[in-house]
């Protein structure tokens, strides 16, 4: 896609730090290193976000994240945890619209990332719980 | 696993609300709905985290996120965007030892929902962020 900065860096017009590469993904640091180590997942194929992947190519993403932790786990012993992170559509932060997963080393308390969950609990009674379920189950079978 | 409370789940010995179900999956809300329809996927296998998976497991279950993704938007349409989290270790926020993908519908500015990226920007140098780049492919590689 002409003017996706991701969709650049994958043929090279604009330089990265590249972290691995196959036919299907591209995986570099990301530019603001959250924590070291820091790396994007990317599918080659420009894919805006999760509604728009292909199963099979999403499968074959998705399916790279474990070697791209582990690899990070060996190159920094160090690290105490991951955090795997997709966003998807400007609400929910999502910056470029080309789809990429964050993977984020943290090493100690004392670095700046959070994830705040809310304080939405028993919010739904178990009526209200099971229709939301079915409403969801029957979507996801269609 | 005999004490894993999502292993309990999977084979009925603790009641859920079902979404999802496959030969390899299951999918289920998160009792603490962080926004409506906030969704676990997990592996039917005991898997701890993301270090711990066979890559093709992971194929097999990561590739189920865009299916269930799908559903949600069908589900929802007033859903606007959607985070997708796999937390490791409990320094990163894991709570339950068997690997599970949070998928949390957003609905408006007005959740109580968010991620705080910090504010750790050029605390790399392009020699250093090359360094660390390579330190990781080294062993992506392998």
């Known amino acids: 896609m002409t003017d996706c900065i991701f969709c650049k860096i994958i043929n090279r017009e604009i330089p990265s730090y590249k972290v691995y590469e196959d036919d299907n993904v591209y995986a570099f640091l990301d530019i603001t290193q959250v924590t070291k180590g820091h790396t994007l997942l990317v599918p080659k194929e420009h894919v ?4 728009d992947y292909d199963p099979a190519l999403a499968g074959e993403v998705f399916a790279r994240v474990p070697k791209v932790a582990r690899a ?3 190159a920094f012993p160090e690290m105490q945890g991951l955090n795997i992170i997709n966003n998807n559509k400007e609400l929910a932060y ?3 619209f080309h789809s990429h997963i964050h993977l984020i080393p943290r090493y100690g308390k004392s670095d700046d990332f959070s994830i705040h969950f809310g304080n939405n609990q028993e919010a739904y009674s178990s009526e209200e719980m099971q229709a939301i379920a079915e409403k969801i189950a029957k979507q996801v079978e269609q």
Do not use: P
């Open 94 to 96: 999502q910056s470029v």
């Open 72 to 74: 990070l786990e060996q």
């Open 48 to 51: 805006t976000d999760i509604f």
